[in-house]
């Protein structure tokens, strides 16, 4: 089993700056990927950015690439997601996800380990 805690997130205003960490407990040796999602009020969840635990290629989300990035540190078995930028539209709850399944990119199901969220908040 794999245990996912993220943190970070709060009330910010338009143009201000988040960092997200996820950390990551329990079989983390047996994690292929993570990745970061998010949900907006009445939205489905969408795919924000992924990367690969051991050698940290990643992928971020058209929409986002230009303001979002994915990181991580195997050693503290935690994922960032830095976000610069923030508009109103980025408001949502963010969601960390783990897979032990080979992969990549947005490939993640409800079969894969999710963490509880950290809701993000963007004042106009």
């Known amino acids: 089993q794999v245990q996912l805690v993220e943190s970070g997130g709060g009330l910010v205003q338009a143009g201000d700056s988040l960092r997200l960490s996820c950390v990551a407990s329990?079989?983390?040796?047996?994690?292929?990927?993570m990745a970061w999602f998010r949900q907006a009020p009445g939205k489905e969840r969408e795919f924000v950015a992924s990367?690969?635990?051991?050698?940290?290629?990643?992928l971020v989300e058209d929409a986002v690439r230009d303001r979002f990035t994915i990181s991580r540190n195997i050693a503290k078995n935690t994922i960032y997601l830095q976000m610069n930028n923030l508009t109103p539209e980025d408001a949502a709850v963010y969601f960390c996800a783990a897979s032990t399944r080979p992969g990549t990119g947005r490939g993640y199901t409800n079969d894969d380990y999710w963490g509880q969220g950290t809701q993000v908040t963007v004042s106009s």
């Open positions: 990367i690969l635990r051991l050698i940290g290629s990643s």
């Open positions: 329990g079989r983390t040796g047996s994690i292929n990927r």
